[in-house]
C-alpha cells in the first residue's frame, strides 16, 4: 500500500488530473483497505471535475472513502456525473422523461409528468438513464417551443427526431398521434403535412412510404436526392 501511495501521489504531481485520477482509483482497488489511497482518489475527483458543487456529496454516497467496492462506487460516481442539473433523464422501466432540477442534500431532485421527487443517487443510477436534450421525448416533455420551431423551419428534422425515438419506424397515424396538437393544432394538421411532405420524402436520411398513410422509416444509410429520384422512378416504371 505505501508503494501505491507513493506512485499516486508522483502521479498527482505530474500528471493531468483526468489521468492521475485513473492511476489513483487503479491503485484503490488493489488495495482497498487503504483509506489514504481512497482520500487521494476522491480529491483528484475534485481537481479532474472541478466547478461540480454536488460531487463531495456524490462522492460520499458513492462509498469511495468509507469501505465501498471501489469499482462499484466509480461506477456510480461516473453514472451520477452524466445526470446534472438541467439534464434529462428516462426512467429504466416505465419509460417516462424527467429532468434533474437540482441535486440537494445528497439526492437528485428530478421532475417527471409534473411530480418532484428527492431520490438517492444509487436509486436514479439504477431506475434512471441519461436522455439526450435533443431526444424527442425531451423537447417533448420540456423544450415544445423548440419542436415547434423545427415543424416550422426543419419540418424534416423534427420527423428524424421523431423516428429516432421511436426505434427508428412508425405508422403515418403515430406520427400524427405524437405531433397533435402539442406540435401540431389539428385543425392546422392538413395545411402543415401538405406544404412538409415532399421535404420529408427528399431528406436523405428518412425513407417514406406511399399513399396517403405512408410508413416513414429512418435510413441506415443516408440516400442522395438522386438516389431518391432514381428510386422512385424505376418504382413507377
Known amino acids: 500500500a505505501l508503494l501505491l501511495w507513493s506512485l499516486v501521489a508522483a502521479a498527482a504531481e505530474k500528471l493531468e488530473p483526468g489521468r492521475a485520477l485513473d492511476a489513483a482509483i487503479r491503485a484503490a482497488t488493489i488495495a482497498p483497505e487503504a483509506e489514504g489511497l481512497r482520500e487521494e482518489a476522491a480529491a483528484l475527483y475534485a481537481k479532474a471535475r472541478p466547478g461540480i458543487a454536488e460531487l463531495p456529496q456524490i462522492i460520499k454516497a458513492s462509498g469511495l472513502c468509507t469501505g465501498g467496492d471501489i469499482a462499484s462506487a ?119 403535412w401538405n406544404a412538409v411532405k415532399v421535404a420529408v420524402k427528399r431528406s436523405p436520411a428518412i425513407e417514406m412510404g406511399t399513399g396517403t398513410q405512408p410508413v416513414l422509416e429512418l435510413r441506415k444509410e443516408a440516400a442522395t436526392f438522386a438516389e431518391k429520384f432514381q428510386a422512385a422512378f424505376l418504382a413507377a416504371s
Not at 441535486?103 to 436522455?131: D, H, K, T
Not at 431526444?135 to 423544450?143: L, N
Open 74 to 192: 466509480v461506477a456510480l460516481i461516473e453514472s451520477c456525473l452524466k445526470m446534472r442539473p438541467g439534464s434529462c433523464v428516462i426512467h429504466a422501466r416505465s419509460r417516462r422523461v424527467g429532468r434533474v432540477e437540482a441535486f440537494e442534500e445528497g439526492a437528485f431532485q428530478i421532475v417527471s409528468e409534473g411530480m418532484r421527487s428527492a431520490l438517492p443517487p444509487a436509486e436514479v443510477v439504477r431506475n434512471w438513464e441519461p436522455l439526450d436534450a435533443d431526444d424527442f421525448r425531451a423537447m417533448a416533455a420540456f423544450d415544445l417551443p423548440r419542436l415547434r420551431q423545427l415543424a416550422r423551419e426543419e419540418p424534416a428534422r423534427l420527423i428524424e427526431c421523431l423516428l429516432a425515438s421511436v426505434n427508428g419506424r412508425a405508422e403515418f397515424k403515430q406520427v400524427k398521434f405524437m405531433l397533435i396538437p402539442a406540435v401540431i393544432p389539428a385543425e392546422g394538421w392538413s395545411a402543415w
